[in-house]
């Protein structure tokens, strides 16, 4: 499999031979490099025992192959192999020996390609390109990002996946902003050629502007990613992201368009909606999502979720909705507070006397965030039931604690004077 890295041209440069002299190459820039090369002559005796050694190696004889390769390079006097023709031999041997898994003494060969003179430029490009691959793959990053340099300033044309290649160098190396502007260079070159840039390449670029903190730059490249390549994971992001810079209406928008396409599936995920939703004063959706959501088995009917749907119906004004629900948690929980909350529902639907029994379980019980609201409330649902010495007793209560005192007295004062005004009726 690891074969497939390597291009085909790198072999076939090898038996094909290559002219004497090759054209100036030019740098990433454009530049043309100054000198030409002239290469010697790859003779005909040589390329037959090359070409012999290639067809043991597409056999997969790889001792057969290593040992013509070792008598070809091992050859003197007037039989001895030019510089060229070395390279040749050194390349084809490096290729065994990566075949074989060889890696180190591989690219250890790979470089006696590169070290003979006057090889073509081209193959001492390859060849370069070859090491920094093999580097890469034993995660010796420092090494293949000098012999990629290297190979930039070599190349004739600089294409997307070499630049690809550098920015995940870079980013091993965490050079983050060396990654992003050389990601960003193959997104541009892919993209100036009307092609749409790789999900992996526009997810780098995405990780790297959220690294640096450009959390704009990073919302603009996960739009991209959601337009050519929508997926659940990028709604998450974009939609925290969106959190991040306090946008909770755009936050909102990337997860319903989640939903609504029913990648949501999560506890958290859909409670998280509802709570935005909650939060943008559309508890109705809010309550619609949970219920669904707890039919469909994705939310658990949970103490906690109950709860949360019962505010959500409650918030919508389903008054009816939110008893049915909360009628079916509070008694099965040891939370005073779920009793106090049914209370309330119960107050806000004008049932008092089902209210006041709701209050007085809940305060029977651990667990109530606020007693003196609770008797408050609780005074009030007597007071509306005209149990008014039940509901002083409620206020004297809930005014001693300092925060309900003010309200208390208020109670207090307005239930003298109604029961003033009834004795003064009657």
Same mark, same amino acid.
């Given at each position: @499999?690891?074969?497939?890295?390597?291009?085909?041209?790198?072999?076939?440069?090898?038996?094909?031979?290559?002219?004497?002299?090759?054209?100036?190459?030019?740098?990433?820039?454009?530049?043309?490099?100054?000198?030409?090369?002239?290469?010697?002559?790859?003779?005909?005796?040589?390329?037959?025992?090359?070409?012999? +050694?290639?067809?043991?190696?597409?056999?997969?004889?790889?001792?057969?192959?290593?040992?013509?390769?070792? /008598?070809?390079?091992?050859?003197?006097?007037?039989?001895?192999?030019?510089?060229?023709?070395?390279?040749?031999?050194?390349?084809?041997?490096?290729?065994?020996?990566?075949?074989?898994?060889?890696?180190?003494?591989?690219?250890?060969?790979?470089?006696?390609?590169?070290?003979?003179?006057?090889?073509?430029?081209?193959?001492?490009?390859?060849?370069?390109?070859?090491?920094?691959?093999?580097?890469?793959?034993?995660?010796?990053?420092?090494?293949?990002?000098?012999?990629?340099?290297?190979?930039?300033?070599?190349?004739?044309?600089?294409?997307?996946?070499?630049?690809? @290649?550098?920015? #995940?160098?870079?980013?091993?190396?965490?050079?983050?902003?060396? /990654?992003?502007?050389?990601?960003?260079?193959?997104?541009?070159?892919?993209?100036?050629?009307?092609?749409?840039?790789?999900? #992996?390449?526009?997810?780098? /670029?995405?990780?790297?502007?959220?690294?640096?903190?450009?959390?704009?730059?990073?919302?603009?490249?996960?739009?991209?990613?959601?337009?050519?390549?929508?997926?659940?994971?990028?709604?998450?992001?974009?939609?925290?992201?969106?959190?991040?810079?306090?946008?909770?209406?755009?936050?909102?928008? /990337?997860?319903?368009?989640?939903?609504?396409?029913?990648?949501?599936?999560?506890?958290?995920?859909?409670?998280?909606?509802?709570?935005?939703?909650?939060? +943008?004063?559309?508890?109705?959706? +809010?309550?619609?999502?949970?219920?669904?959501?707890?039919?469909?088995?994705?939310?658990?009917?949970?103490?906690?979720?109950?709860?949360?749907?019962?505010?959500?119906?409650?918030?919508?004004?389903?008054?009816?909705?939110?008893?049915?629900?909360?009628?079916?948690?509070?008694?099965?929980?040891?939370?005073?507070?779920?009793?106090?909350?049914?209370?309330?529902?119960?107050?806000?639907?004008?049932?008092?006397?089902?209210?006041?029994? +709701?209050?007085?379980?809940?305060?029977?019980?651990?667990?109530?965030?606020?007693?003196?609201?609770?008797?408050?409330?609780?005074?009030?649902?007597?007071?509306?039931?005209?149990?008014?010495?039940?509901?002083?007793?409620?206020?004297?209560?809930?005014?001693?604690?300092?925060?309900?005192?003010?309200?208390?007295?208020?109670?207090?004062?307005?239930?003298?004077?109604?029961?003033?005004?009834?004795?003064?009726?009657?």
């Amino acid at each position: @499999m690891k074969k497939n890295l390597f291009s085909t041209v790198l072999l076939t440069a090898v038996l094909a031979g290559l002219s004497a002299t090759e054209a100036p190459a030019q740098t990433a820039t454009g530049q043309s490099e100054e000198k030409t090369r002239k290469t010697p002559a790859l003779t005909s005796k040589v390329y037959e025992k090359l070409s012999s +050694a290639q067809k043991a190696v597409d056999e997969e004889s790889f001792a057969s192959a290593l040992s013509a390769l070792n /008598a070809l390079a091992g050859q003197t006097g007037k039989r001895a192999l030019n510089s060229y023709e070395l390279a040749n031999v050194f390349n084809l041997k490096a290729f065994v020996l990566f075949s074989q898994d060889k890696l180190s003494e591989s690219v250890k060969i790979y470089r006696k390609v590169i070290a003979q003179p006057d090889i073509p430029l081209a193959l001492e490009q390859n060849t370069r390109f070859t090491i920094s691959q093999i580097l890469m793959m034993q995660e010796q990053w420092q090494p293949a990002l000098q012999e990629l340099n290297k190979w930039f300033k070599l190349a004739t044309t600089v294409g997307s996946n070499a630049f690809v @290649m550098r920015a #995940q160098v870079h980013y091993q190396l965490q050079n983050h902003d060396r /990654a992003l502007r050389d990601i960003n260079k193959a997104i541009s070159l892919y993209e100036n050629k009307g092609k749409v840039a790789k999900e #992996q390449w526009l997810s780098l /670029a995405r990780f790297l502007y959220h690294k640096k903190g450009n959390l704009k730059a990073a919302v603009t490249t996960l739009n991209k990613l959601l337009i050519h390549y929508p997926k659940k994971m990028y709604w998450l992001q974009l939609a925290y992201l969106h959190s991040e810079l306090g946008q909770e209406k755009k936050q909102l928008s /990337a997860l319903e368009s989640a939903y609504i396409q029913g990648l949501l599936d999560k506890e958290k995920e859909l409670t998280n909606l509802a709570y935005l939703y909650l939060n +943008a004063s559309t508890p109705h959706k +809010a309550a619609v999502l949970l219920e669904k959501a707890i039919n469909n088995k994705h939310l658990k009917p949970s103490t906690r979720n109950l709860e949360l749907l019962a505010n959500a119906w409650r918030q919508a004004q389903e008054l009816d909705k939110a008893v049915d629900v909360m009628e079916k948690v509070a008694p099965v929980s040891d939370k005073g507070e779920l009793w106090i909350q049914l209370g309330n529902i119960y107050f806000d639907s004008e049932h008092y006397d089902k209210a006041i029994q +709701a209050f007085k379980s809940g305060l029977a019980k651990e667990g109530v965030r606020r007693t003196d609201l609770a008797q408050m409330s609780l005074g009030m649902a007597q007071f509306n039931q005209k149990e008014y010495q039940a509901a002083r007793r409620s206020f004297l209560l809930a005014k001693k604690d300092k925060r309900s005192t003010s309200t208390a007295k208020k109670w207090l004062t307005h239930l003298k004077k109604t029961e003033q005004r009834e004795a003064a009726l009657q």
